[in-house]
């Protein structure tokens, strides 16, 4: 009995043993087919290189926004005709969930689509930084107080907490939508006119959203709509 008992213990164990080395083989194995497929697809799509750019903006426009440096203020009479309104900040905020979608589409569905919205994103970006370097700007526009107190206008401050206001003209907002925009209008895999209308619909509320929630001034869209129109014209003639 003892014998026996041994025996299929041992075989048991030895049986598990065989499957546990095959199941860390097998996740060896699945994790490298991960990996060689993601390589194989970057090795045929080397475009998204060009995605590296987004990191190194990010860390100059905060280097930027750091810095200690005399700014001038500049506002437009109009602006104060425009009232702050707080759930203007949802389309406000719309606008990283439009930059991240546009590029993962160009990215995944048109390699030309996508380089004209990178080359587009580095021109346009890169020129603005330019101009906050050399001459930064700032506004005083914002309330001293909310005037409701609610999800919108927390939101709002929670914004306003993290982006000061200053090395606002052009607005990247602005900039970044029109990005878009031609991104969708240009991509010969969005077929529907509605898709193309209603990224462009939703460009200009964007757009138009950075004055109410006094994130800008009415200035900073005067200025990025003409520097928009011609970064797109060079971006898909290059």
Not at 94 to 109: C, N, R, S
Request: hydrophobic residues 50%.
């Amino acid at each position: 009995k003892y014998y026996i008992y041994y025996r299929y213990n041992s075989e048991r164990v030895i049986i598990k043993g065989k499957a546990k080395c095959n199941m860390e083989t097998s996740g060896i194995a699945h994790k490298k087919g991960v990996m060689d497929t993601i390589k194989s697809w970057v090795a045929h799509n080397r475009q998204v290189w060009l995605a590296l750019y987004v990191p190194a903006y990010l860390i100059v426009f905060c280097l930027l926004q750091a810095r200690q440096v005399p700014v001038r203020t500049v506002h437009f009479a109009f602006d104060y005709r425009i009232p702050f309104c707080e759930y203007f900040i949802i389309p406000y905020c719309a606008w990283y969930f439009l930059l991240i979608g546009v590029g993962l589409y160009t990215l995944l569905k048109d390699k030309t689509s996508f380089i004209k919205y990178m080359l587009f994103m580095m021109i346009g970006y890169t020129a603005c930084m330019l101009v906050y370097w050399v001459y930064p700007i700032a506004q005083d526009l914002r309330p001293a107080a909310f005037p409701r107190d609610n999800f919108c206008s927390r939101l709002v401050g929670l914004i306003y907490s993290m982006d000061p206001p200053f090395n606002i003209l052009p607005s990247m907002h602005v900039v970044g939508s029109f990005m878009c925009a031609a991104a969708v209008a240009n991509c010969p895999t969005v077929k529907r006119t509605g898709s193309k209308v209603l990224v462009s619909l939703l460009a200009v509320v964007i757009s138009i959203s950075t004055v109410f929630v006094k994130q800008h001034s009415v200035l900073d869209i005067l200025a990025a709509v003409p520097w928009s129109i011609a970064t797109g014209w060079i971006s898909w003639r290059i």
